[in-house]
């Protein structure tokens, strides 16, 4: 998962007198330990999910909730956070996010039935947001008028990228050690700590702009509105196809949202969303490209665990393993794109990144039933090289048209589209899985993947992977235009 980071320059307003330098390093710990909560908790849940379809004897239509219910809460809040941070106070919200979060992990590796786990997912997913919404902006806030600012930074973006890598591995392990509730328990020694820390050591802030700032609730329901219905109707595709009468309805009942949203955020004077940049063509197109890369990386995570347990019957600590070669390539190759950027220029970065992607889809198409732990890692390799190949560049592409006055807008739209590109793709991999899967054998869309025969869900498997090469092709023919556009 992207990490929304909030680039909207923040003064400080705890003064030094109020905290020691003990004090302001142990305050970055706590915001490090709830940081890497969320980082490991979005990681492992993946891993898991086969083990929590097994223990609930349920089916993916159901248990791909346990993911869309954490990510819808992440899409439609995550906007609004730093709003409602100026508005009631930035350490009393992220506080009461590390409180959630940790009371929520609890209730969720407690829960005694699936639909339970996905209730608790929803609450979880509101500390989250909290935690990773102003996690940065108090380390701002902290260290901001101090000579260590840059070295904070740099120790929290090495936290998430810690909990990012390692995440599926420490899920694989704590499934194996205990069950799939250890990946939530896990997360209460290090809240609770979290929670102590920063109750000593961060004083509340006095904001001086609550006045200025208006909470868009009306705009947070319409976008709640669009994404369940949208996500529903891909959902209930699964039960009757993509013809399905209902799943049109919600699909209508989305779009209709989605016309009423624009209509009301373009009158806004505080929108969630600035709809006045979508009018830059190379900015949408550009996000739009992020949805569609992020709808593969959701896919990859939601099938993988599956065809690597159920079909080349892999214990869990070596999926978890096996799903951290991604990660691992990417941090590797990322630094090393953002530097041919840098001299080559992002416009040719960006095609080279997509290519790489669309080989990956294509290559995933060809796993079988004989494919080896090497075979595995070398196409994975590709996939997060691709994504590190095209990510900086797209990004650093996109914040260079941004206004001066828009750059955290135009950075919440990025994080924005990557949270819409993971719920569609979670519930767009189900979707389609299932549906290639009744498409050759006879069997009612409940089947738990377990029972579905070998060759129908690696047939299922390849086909989706090709039409998500599809999605993907399109976009880098759309990129290329657009390149040769801008240079004309």
């Known amino acids: 998962m992207v990490i929304p980071l909030n680039s909207e320059p923040v003064s400080p307003n705890i003064s030094d007198s109020e905290r020691s330098p003990l004090q302001i390093w142990l305050a970055l710990l706590s915001v490090g330990l709830g940081l890497t909560m969320f980082t490991l908790d979005s990681a492992t849940v993946n891993i898991a999910l086969p083990t929590i379809t097994r223990a609930f004897d349920t089916h993916l239509a159901i248990t791909q909730w346990v993911i869309i219910s954490y990510l819808i809460v992440f899409t439609v809040i995550i906007f609004s956070v730093a709003r409602l941070g100026n508005i009631f106070g930035r350490q009393k919200l992220f506080q009461a996010g590390l409180i959630l979060f940790t009371i929520s992990s609890l209730l969720c590796g407690l829960a005694p039935g699936i639909g339970w786990l996905i209730g608790f997912r929803v609450l979880q997913g509101c500390g989250a947001v909290l935690i990773v919404g102003l996690g940065m902006t108090i380390i701002t806030e902290l260290f901001a008028h101090t000579s260590q600012y840059g070295l904070a930074l740099s120790l929290a973006a090495v936290t998430l ?17 205990g069950d799939w509730r250890a990946i939530f328990l896990v997360n209460l020694p290090i ?11 961060v004083p509340p802030s006095q904001n001086s702009r609550h006045h200025q700032e208006k909470f868009d609730g009306l705009g947070v329901i319409l976008l709640t509105l669009v994404m369940v219905n949208l996500v529903l109707a891909i959902s209930e595709a699964q039960k009757q196809s993509f013809h399905s009468a209902i799943a049109l309805i919600l699909l209508i009942i ?11 955020e373009s009158r806004n004077s505080q929108p969630i969303i600035d709809l006045s940049l979508f009018r830059n063509r190379t900015l949408s197109i550009n996000l739009l490209t992020m949805i569609v890369v992020y709808i593969v990386m959701a896919s990859r995570l939601l099938i993988y665990p599956f065809f690597l347990e159920l079909v080349l ?12 070669t991604l990660p691992i390539s990417n941090a590797i190759i990322a630094p090393i794109s953002r530097r041919f950027a840098d001299r080559f220029g992002t416009h ?6 997509l290519m790489l992607l669309l080989l990956g889809c294509i290559l995933t198409s060809t796993f079988s039933t004989q494919l080896t732990s090497l075979g595995y890692v070398l196409r994975d390799i590709i996939m997060g090289a691709g994504l590190a190949m095209w990510r900086s560049p797209n990004n650093v592409a996109t914040m260079s048209i941004a206004p001066h006055n828009k750059i955290s807008v135009v950075s919440g739209l990025l994080n924005e589209s990557s949270l819409i590109g993971q719920t569609l793709g979670t519930a767009l991999a189900a979707s389609l899985l299932v549906t290639f899967i009744v498409s050759v054998v006879n069997l009612p869309y409940t089947t738990p993947l377990a029972s579905i025969p070998l060759p129908a869900f690696v047939f299922a498997m390849q086909r989706t992977f090709l039409i998500l090469a599809v999605f993907v092709g399109i976009m880098l023919v759309v990129n290329v235009l657009l390149q040769m556009g801008n240079r004309e």
């Open 313 to 324: 019957r892999y214990p869990i600590e070596q999926v978890g393993m096996l799903m951290i």
């Open 191 to 201: 809240g609770i700590i979290a929670i102590l820390l920063f109750a000593w050591c």
């Open 254 to 264: 989305a779009i209709i949202g989605l016309i009423v949203l624009v209509l009301i």
């Open 161 to 177: 990228s810690i909990g990012s890598v390692l995440g599926p591995a420490i899920g694989g392990l704590l499934v194996t050690l």
């Open 348 to 353: 040719r970065l960006i095609p080279i990144g």
